[in-house]
């Protein structure tokens, strides 16, 4: 072959190689921009006719039902949102949010793709989301038919084609004003007018140059910067707006430089800026509007006209609010505040959830799912601990004497007991039995502090925990609704299952749109969380929990008392229900007296509740709970070592209650063969060496199976999923 051939060769193979990548371009091509299409048209499918846009539908009722679907309280949509005409709202606050979200608003067609660039070049600069580049236009669309999470090319592609339709067929000025009666600026205000009255006390119309900055700084982050703990951040933000506006030419220096030495005059009131009263079991319902907010946008809600299918037990609710009040009505002075979490052992299901006592529109602060300090209620994650380790049994020996706590960096520290006292050389059955301090301390020397708070951790503890000497001593704060579900963990023999309250969410329609199952997975063996729970029946039978004991019923729990008192806690079990209960105050004042403990108060609420739970037939029938003669130790997941004979829900009964006390030495359980681990008084070295592992992920309750993960792997017999 001649060079004249070798070269049309070479440019004959070129060209046969373009072609084919030219051909798998344009296939490829073609088939993105098919799936593109097609994700486009599914988008648009869900949204209504524009051009009734302003005669829409603003919201079907939000429904909650219990778990036998019965109906709770309906919320009436937005019937609170006030909507007014443009000419109705301030001239600054329309300049402001003009330059805070879309100083070329007047000028773009629905999309602006220069805002879209210059968002991009920010981004990259940053290396991080710090400007968007959607128009007003294109939020307005966003705010009304999609779903707010879901961030994909399509839904940008369908947003934008339905601003250009909506620019098409609505003046500038009446999508600015849907905008403005429809963007949300935290804390329940939809709407400038809502939002003037929630934040300022006056109407829209009459907003300063500070006061509109100030509210349009807010759509850019409103549950974030309208939070009263963010006020500085939220002022940071005004005045980047009032430079935004000069900048802009929406105002003069004069009126600027104004605006910057204004001084904000917040309205102080108690309650959200669209909150309607909830007559009927409050802090739950109020829990749930909650997780729903958290899943759902405002359009979604307003669209879909949601049914909410929850746990609620409307029984034990009732019951749950009736003994929580009269207990702490009566408690010690200095005890104003309580709330009380039941979980059901068998599926983790919230039957009754109480946030507090009183008024629930002058004090919403939901006291159930907030964090308080844990005292002594901690201690069963520390034997635990030990147990799953194999290093102590519930009979082996430990020394309760005087311990000095040494650790690089911190003061030393020495742990004392509740009593001042030291009992020497008890056994570790005892020492949880009878809450001890210096033995948990002792304890947490052994496995590791670390190692105490990935047990926490496995049995479903989120809120943080720090790796200090205290937390043995339960220095750290929990929910009630998160001790509640950790205890139900060890009431399962180590299944965990994550508390929920969420079942199942469908359309006015009846469609289901969201449905939650739980999944289970083994946290703990069986055996030690066995043996634990033997020990926490013993709390409750002859030690600080005795106040709980109900004759004829399985009971086992643990007392908390953290210093001065602050918190008073009792957590506990029977085979179908574990229930926390908290008491203490909102200013989280010490609680004088010496008889004040989680053993005294909050036991004997937690016992008043349980026998009223008991002598409810109707729960019986529900299968919530099972009558006392029809609870059997064989029967699962009831993780029992000793059951008292059985009787019937009429003949339960207290014991009577005394104080913590100390164990008398002749009363000393004597195993033939005990383990003798010794543990002698001496200056120690707390060992926190180990990096505690990292914090398990904040999960919500309710959340999808899909979102969850499991805290360790579930053997194949124990993988097991309920359905709701």
């Not at 290396?127 to 294109?138: D, F, K, L, N, Y």
């Amino acid at each position: 072959m001649n060079t004249g051939d070798q070269a049309r060769s070479a440019k004959w193979a070129a060209f046969q190689l373009v072609k084919v990548a030219g051909l798998t371009l344009a296939v490829a091509f073609i088939f993105v921009a098919s799936y593109l299409g097609l994700g486009v048209w599914m988008q648009l499918q869900s949204v209504p006719d524009i051009a009734s846009l302003q005669s829409y539908d603003q919201g079907d009722a939000v429904q909650i039902f219990d778990r036998n679907d019965r109906l709770v309280f309906s919320f009436k949509g937005e019937e609170n949102r006030r909507r007014v005409a443009l000419n109705q709202i301030s001239p600054y606050l329309k300049a402001a949010v003009l330059a805070a979200e879309d100083h070329n608003f007047y000028q773009h067609q629905g999309v602006s793709p220069s805002s879209v660039l210059r968002a991009l070049l920010s981004n990259l600069q940053a290396r991080r989301i710090v400007e968007g580049g959607s128009t007003i236009t294109q939020q307005l669309v966003k705010n009304l038919f999609f779903e707010q999470p879901k961030r994909t090319l399509e839904r940008k592609v369908a947003e934008a084609l339905i601003a250009c339709d909506l620019e098409r067929q609505y003046s500038k000025d009446q999508i600015l004003e849907m905008y403005l009666n429809e963007a949300y600026f935290g804390n329940g205000a939809y709407g400038a007018e809502q939002a003037a009255h929630y934040y300022f006390g006056k109407p829209a119309a009459k907003l300063s140059i500070g006061e509109s900055a100030f509210l349009a700084g807010l759509i850019k982050s409103p549950s974030r910067l309208g939070n009263p703990a963010n006020r500085n951040l939220a002022i940071e933000q005004q005045l980047e707006t009032v430079d935004r506006m000069l900048k802009y030419g929406l105002t003069t220096r004069l009126a600027a430089n104004f605006a910057r030495q204004q001084e904000l005059v917040f309205w102080k009131h108690s309650e959200k800026a669209n909150a309607q009263p909830i007559t009927k079991y409050p802090y739950f319902v109020s829990y749930v509007m909650d997780l729903v907010q958290q899943r759902f946008n405002p359009g979604e809600i307003r669209r879909h006209g949601l049914k909410v299918f929850t746990s609620l037990d409307s029984e034990a609710q009732e019951i749950a609010e009736t003994t929580l009040r009269r207990g702490i009505d009566s408690a010690p002075a200095g005890v104003t505040q309580g709330a009380l979490v039941t979980v059901s052992v068998k599926d983790g299901s919230v039957i009754a959830l109480v946030g507090g006592t009183g008024d629930f529109q002058t004090s919403q602060f939901n006291r159930a799912t907030h964090p308080h300090t844990a005292g002594s209620s901690f201690k069963p994650f520390v034997y635990l601990t030990a147990l799953e380790q194999g290093v102590l049994t519930p009979e082996s020996f430990i020394e309760d004497s005087p311990l000095t706590v040494k650790e690089p960096g911190r003061a030393t520290w020495a742990p004392k007991n509740f009593d001042s006292k030291f009992l020497g050389q008890i056994t570790v059955r005892d020492a949880l039995v009878y809450s001890r301090n210096v033995c948990a301390v002792r304890v947490t020397q052994m496995v590791g502090i670390a190692n105490v708070i990935a047990t926490a951790q496995r049995a479903g503890i989120t809120d943080p925990l720090d790796a200090n000497p205290s937390l043995a001593l339960g220095s750290s704060a929990v929910s009630p609704l998160e001790m509640a579900g950790a205890y139900a963990t060890f009431a399962r023999s180590g299944l965990f299952i994550r508390p929920w309250v969420l079942g199942r969410i469908e359309d006015k329609r009846g469609h289901v749109i969201r449905a939650y199952d739980q999944p289970v997975s083994r946290a703990f063996g069986p055996q030690p969380t066995a043996e634990l729970t033997d020990m926490l029946r013993e709390v409750v039978t002859r030690g600080t929990g005795e106040g709980a004991h109900i004759r004829n019923l399985f009971v086992a729990g643990k007392t908390g008392t953290s210093d001065q008192a602050k918190d008073l806690w009792f957590i506990g079990f029977t085979p179908d229900l574990v229930t926390a209960v908290w008491g203490g105050n909102d200013d989280n004042k010490p609680i004088a007296g010496a008889h004040v403990t989680g053993g005294t108060v909050m036991a004997s609420i937690w016992r008043d509740y349980t026998k009223a739970i008991y002598g409810n037939r109707s729960l019986a029938r529900s299968g919530l709970i099972r009558l006392a003669k029809t609870v059997d130790k064989r029967d699962t997941p009831q993780p029992v070592l000793r059951t008292p004979p059985a009787a019937s829900a009429d003949e339960l009964s207290p014991s009577t209650e005394h104080e913590d006390r100390i164990p008398q030495k002749t009363a000393r359980r004597q195993p033939p063969a005990p383990s003798r681990v010794l543990l002698k008084p001496q200056q120690a070295r707390l060992d926190t060496s180990a990096n505690p592992p990292p914090q398990s992920a904040k999960m919500g309750y309710g959340t999808p199976a899909a979102a969850r993960r499991d805290y360790a792997p579930t053997p194949a017999q124990d993988s097991i999923r309920y359905k709701f």
